[in-house]
């Protein structure tokens, strides 16, 4: 029987890190049991870029070395997520198989010498890496240490290599059918692009100017799907050896080479790696919206945080550290938002290798140190939480996320290049974590009426059946915003004739875009309501929507900037230019207060996070996290599993898990 949830056999929520014990010797391993006991760590990774010691040469095996560490952290009470190596291939392989070596779009060929020096569609690295993953599992499948499989590492190395072209024109195959119905599909019509056989059709690789739009679409779908085939050959090797869950670990934010919905759908249990691009609260914010849309992936089960850096926070190409009490703030802000715990890249900071100065649970200063000293506090609190594991979180709000839209918004000739689809999600979502909603990521084709209110704050791509199911969310009684340059080509990238947005949406939102007009770099509007626009400006007219602000600038003046429309029982709000920072935190609000959205624990000041986590027998807790210097009482004095005591404040900085009651 496949064991699905892994804290079944952690016996609470998941607490440790990467662990690379080739990095150490003897003296070291010893220690390392020590100081893992002292943290409390009950999960380490192993493995993950170990192929060049577990196959010294095209294979043959070498397991012996692994045996003593899996065994040795057996008996010292920690589980393993066993890794395939295959993020990583050793020289003897690029050596042996240089066509396997990623080519980027100018054609140049990388060697060896870094990670992830492959092309996944070469078939010499696939029959490898399937080698590896199948020997691994033959002989750890059932270990009674193993709790998790880790396929790969972060998954989304693309390349535009012959290998690469040839399964993009299989696939291409696939999904066209014809060479007539590609040439449709891509527009070829225009600049004399038509294809007469299949050898002339390639990747867009480097070319004199703008690639086809539709072609650069495609390649990103084929990508994702190469990616997600690579991903199932080898858990499915890993199946036919062990019950144990099969996971691979995603990386989200910026970074969208695969559609991570597609993806999620394969994992038994999904895990991701979050490290923040920023300090502060702007850090915490961006745990939250790592968090919501890894659950979120996951369609709300349980997920698991499988990477965050002790005193990692990247800004800018430097490494800034965290705070003291962080820390515990972006642990429990993850396990606030699902998470079945938190591990770490990684335990102990190696001494030499790229990575020499990536933190770690133990630092080079060893244990004496503030880390880790703080390491073996958060794994004390993360080990009261053991009675968490299994319940997860209920949003009311969603924010809508595709990957075809991301993609669109990454094509040649775009009216504007500053339409940045990730910069506009997380924007949304910081709006609404601001505001202390609950938030969950969804994708425009889901089932959406479980949501109170839904922000499309990225759609310049939508499918027909998306802006069906768009309208459909209204007419039944959602409340749906919907923000500019919204549905302007459909998942072909052909262009919406008639009007923007894509039928029916304009349906649920009353309104016609009949013009865009960019804004230039440095040109700020005024709307009549006051508020302020950049970025973009559309010309416009209502179909039945009510204008709530409209332009006072040029030929746009007098004319819908922001609307409202009910349709159904329901209501569709579009908003076609980008407001300023206050100006959308404003009108979000207003939106939350239209749609009776109600924070989890209503009178907590800014700075103050509050997250629910429920089971499904009606038992709940409250996560609470202070950002603030400041002590801050609560509203609703509970027993606090983390002091195991009756909470009244929450202290500077500090946090606290109320028992519901
Ligand atoms: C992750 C990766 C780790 C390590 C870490 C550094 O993305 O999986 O191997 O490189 O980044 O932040």
Known sequence: MTTRSITDRLGGLAFGGDYNPEQWDEPVWKEDDDLMRRARVNLATVGVFSWALLEPEEGRHDFAWLDAHIDRLHANGVAVDLATPTASPPPWFTLAHPDALPVRPDGTRLVHGSRDTYCLAAPAYRIAARRIAAALAE????????????????YGTLCWCDHAAAAFRVWLRARHGSLDALNEAWGTAFWSQRHTSWEQVLPPRETQWHKNPGQALDFRRFWSDEIIAAFREQRDAIRAHSDRPVTTNLMLPAYQNVDLWALARELDVVTSDQYPNAPGLDAAAGVAVHADRTRSLGGGRPWLLMEQGTNTVYDDGQILGKEPGEILRHTLGHIARGSEGALFFQWRQSRAGAETWHSAMVPHAGPDSRIFREVTRVGEAVARLGELAGSTVAASVAVLDDPDAWWALGVDGLPSSRLDYHAALVRAHRALWDADATVDFAHPEHELSRYRLVIAPALFLLSDKGAENLRDYVADGGTLFVQHAAGFVDDRMHARLGGYPAEPLREALGIRVEEYRPLRQDERITLSDGSHGTVWSESLRTEGAQTLAAYTHGMLTGGPALTRHRSGTGQGWYLSTRLDDADYADLVGRLLKEAG??????????????????????????????????????PDPAHDLLTDALAQELPPGGCAVLRGH
């Open 597 to 634: 959205v109600e924070p989890d624990v209503p009178g907590l000041p800014a700075g103050v996070e509050a997250v629910t986590r429920h089971a499904l027998d009606g038992r709940h807790w409250q996560v609470l996290l202070n950002h603030t210097p400041v002590a801050v009482p609560l």
């Open 139 to 154: 002989r750890y499948g059932d270990h009674p240490a193993l709790a998790l499989w880790h396929v790969h590492n972060e």
